[in-house]
């Protein structure tokens, strides 16, 4: 996610079309949008909707290990064939 736009209580309810809060609760859930509680509210993102709604971000960002510094770097491993005895 790139960190959209938030969407306030208020955004909310102008969209959903409710005033009550456990309304609103309910129709994002069964429209599968997370959303978050605030200390007396509920938010989300647009990026949240959109995501919800079947856009994903167009990335091709792929980090393995190595962005943390600390981890071991892979290295590449030798495959020795079956030893052969001497007759």
């Not at 609760?25 to 599968?32: F, H, P």
């Not at 647009?46 to 091709?60: E, F, I, Q």
């Not at 290990?65 to 052969?84: T, V």
Request: no cysteine; hydrophobic share 30%.
């Amino acid at each position: 996610m790139t960190g959209g736009r938030l969407l306030s209580f208020e955004d909310l309810q102008r969209t959903t079309g409710y005033t009550r809060r456990s309304d609103i609760e309910r129709s994002l859930r069964s429209q599968g949008i997370r959303f978050f509680y605030g200390r007396n509210v509920i938010w989300t993102t647009v990026d949240l909707v959109n995501y919800a709604g079947g856009l994903r971000p167009n990335t091709d960002d792929k980090y393995g290990p190595e962005i943390l510094g600390d981890a071991p770097k892979k290295e590449p491993q030798l495959r020795l064939g079956k030893a052969r005895s001497r007759p």
